[in-house]
């Protein structure tokens, strides 16, 4: 949305005033790959979008704060003084847990605000919406207060809010990137050190295609969790052999098979399996796309889907006939689910020149397969967190 358009909704929303409104961008994310990573301490591969959630804000002369969004209609208006006492249920848990947050970090809000969201990400889509939620509003208030925007620990502080406000277990893979991504690069990011660097995303004829399945995720009410348990078992199997093993992502696939009959079930083996490849995936990947090597790269994102589907099982049928049939149209290089799965989006790297059959026949036959009409995304690659200034 462009900032005049943003101005306009907020004025007519909570009127004029001689306070100065400023108005603050973060983006969604895609995983180019790396599913399931960021939580057991490998390597990931994301990308901000060029879409997101949009933050107008402007001070109040009182310690209320008003929560408002142009997508969903519930709205609120909360003393400051008795913020967090009890929990809404509602989307403005995320913006408020991090109001909470900041004042656990002597951030303390030094009076009240009105805030209007608008996001372009649709909610349980696995695009990070509510990630895009926690920064835009953490940079945005640092920002009005005058303190230090550090994009890292803007990440760090939603990470908690999720976790522990809000209550998903998610890893910090989503709010990196959101805080920290940049415009035609991925980000090669080491989830348990937060070491990372930006890796140039060069596709020349090659578009990305987010392909929506319309089926919604819950997370909270998902097998996230258990699947983090189930990671978590493995480990202590494996850590039988190796004490000092912190976390799956640390082990070589050829240890791994070689103590393949330590585990009791061939379930916790698969999703060990599925970690330990997928860790490898990522590496192999950026080595493709620095030898600009597309191809590789697909092949990749179709070996990474299968497994998430097999091995880790967080895939549906949804997603799986999304990738079916975005492998059928020629052209298109890799297609594999991305976020957390259990429905949500899958990212597929097409020629420029099969973008308009992909989305007429891969959008009818996803159709007639499920009863379901997805939605596209044709888009580029965009920059984290920041505020809007002149025309953008």
């Given at each position: 949305?462009?900032?005049?358009?943003?101005?306009?909704?907020?004025?007519?929303?909570?009127?004029?005033?001689?306070?100065?409104?400023?108005?603050?961008?973060?983006?969604?994310?895609?995983?180019?790959?790396?599913?399931?990573?960021?939580?057991?301490?490998?390597?990931?591969?994301?990308?901000?979008?060029?879409?997101?959630?949009?933050?107008?804000?402007?001070?109040?002369?009182?310690?209320?704060?008003?929560?408002?969004?142009?997508?969903?209609?519930?709205?609120?208006?909360?003393?400051?003084?008795?913020?967090?006492?009890?929990?809404?249920?509602?989307?403005?848990?995320?913006?408020?847990?991090?109001?909470?947050?900041?004042?656990?970090?002597?951030?303390?809000?030094?009076?009240?605000?009105?805030?209007?969201?608008?996001?372009?990400?649709?909610?349980?889509?696995?695009?990070?919406?509510?990630?895009?939620?926690?920064?835009?509003?953490?940079?945005?208030?640092?920002?009005?207060?005058?303190?230090?925007?550090?994009?890292?620990?803007?990440?760090r502080l939603s990470q908690r809010v999720e976790n522990g406000y809000v209550g998903v277990n998610s890893g910090i893979m989503d709010q990196f990137a959101v805080a920290n991504g940049a415009k035609d690069h991925a980000i090669l990011l080491m989830c348990d050190t937060l070491e990372y660097k930006l890796v140039p995303f060069r596709t020349g004829a090659y578009k990305l295609i987010i392909s929506n399945t319309k089926k919604r995720r819950g997370l909270v009410d998902s097998k996230y969790n258990e699947r983090r348990s189930q990671c978590d078992a493995a480990l202590e199997i494996l850590r039988k052999r190796e004490p000092g093993l912190e976390y799956l992502a640390h082990l070589q696939p050829e240890q791994l098979n070689e103590w393949r009959g330590d585990f009791p079930d061939e379930v916790l083996f698969n999703r060990a399996k599925h970690v330990v490849e997928e860790n490898a995936r990522v590496l192999k990947s950026v080595d493709a796309l620095t030898a600009n090597d597309l191809k590789a790269f697909g092949e990749l994102m179709n070996a990474s889907h299968d497994s998430l589907r097999d091995l880790y099982e967080v895939s549906c049928l949804e997603l799986d006939v999304m990738v079916e049939e975005a492998r059928k149209i020629e052209g298109t290089l890799g297609a594999r689910m991305t976020g957390a799965g259990f429905g949500g989006c899958t990212v597929s790297l097409v020629h420029e020149d099969a973008v308009d059959r992909f989305l007429a026949e891969v959008g009818k036959a996803y159709l007639e397969r499920t009863g379901i009409e997805g939605e596209f995304y044709v888009c580029g690659v965009g920059d984290g967190v920041h505020e809007m200034k002149g025309e953008n």
């Amino acid at each position: 949305m462009k900032k005049q358009e943003m101005e306009q909704l907020f004025i007519s929303k909570y009127g004029e005033s001689a306070e100065p409104l400023r108005i603050f961008n973060a983006p969604g994310r895609v995983n180019l790959i790396g599913e399931h990573i960021d939580y057991n301490g490998g390597y990931v591969f994301p990308a901000a979008l060029e879409f997101g959630t949009t933050l107008a804000l402007r001070k109040r002369a009182d310690r209320k704060v008003s929560f408002a969004s142009m997508n969903l209609p519930y709205a609120a208006e909360l003393d400051l003084d008795q913020l967090g006492k009890e929990k809404s249920g509602e989307w403005i848990d995320y913006p408020v847990g991090i109001i909470l947050e900041l004042e656990k970090l002597g951030a303390r809000l030094s009076g009240g605000y009105d805030l209007l969201f608008q996001g372009e990400i649709p909610n349980g889509s696995g695009l990070s919406s509510s990630a895009s939620l926690e920064v835009v509003t953490a940079y945005a208030l640092l920002s009005m207060e005058g303190k230090e925007t550090d994009t890292v620990e803007i990440a760090r502080l939603s990470q908690r809010v999720e976790n522990g406000y809000v209550g998903v277990n998610s890893g910090i893979m989503d709010q990196f990137a959101v805080a920290n991504g940049a415009k035609d690069h991925a980000i090669l990011l080491m989830c348990d050190t937060l070491e990372y660097k930006l890796v140039p995303f060069r596709t020349g004829a090659y578009k990305l295609i987010i392909s929506n399945t319309k089926k919604r995720r819950g997370l909270v009410d998902s097998k996230y969790n258990e699947r983090r348990s189930q990671c978590d078992a493995a480990l202590e199997i494996l850590r039988k052999r190796e004490p000092g093993l912190e976390y799956l992502a640390h082990l070589q696939p050829e240890q791994l098979n070689e103590w393949r009959g330590d585990f009791p079930d061939e379930v916790l083996f698969n999703r060990a399996k599925h970690v330990v490849e997928e860790n490898a995936r990522v590496l192999k990947s950026v080595d493709a796309l620095t030898a600009n090597d597309l191809k590789a790269f697909g092949e990749l994102m179709n070996a990474s889907h299968d497994s998430l589907r097999d091995l880790y099982e967080v895939s549906c049928l949804e997603l799986d006939v999304m990738v079916e049939e975005a492998r059928k149209i020629e052209g298109t290089l890799g297609a594999r689910m991305t976020g957390a799965g259990f429905g949500g989006c899958t990212v597929s790297l097409v020629h420029e020149d099969a973008v308009d059959r992909f989305l007429a026949e891969v959008g009818k036959a996803y159709l007639e397969r499920t009863g379901i009409e997805g939605e596209f995304y044709v888009c580029g690659v965009g920059d984290g967190v920041h505020e809007m200034k002149g025309e953008n």
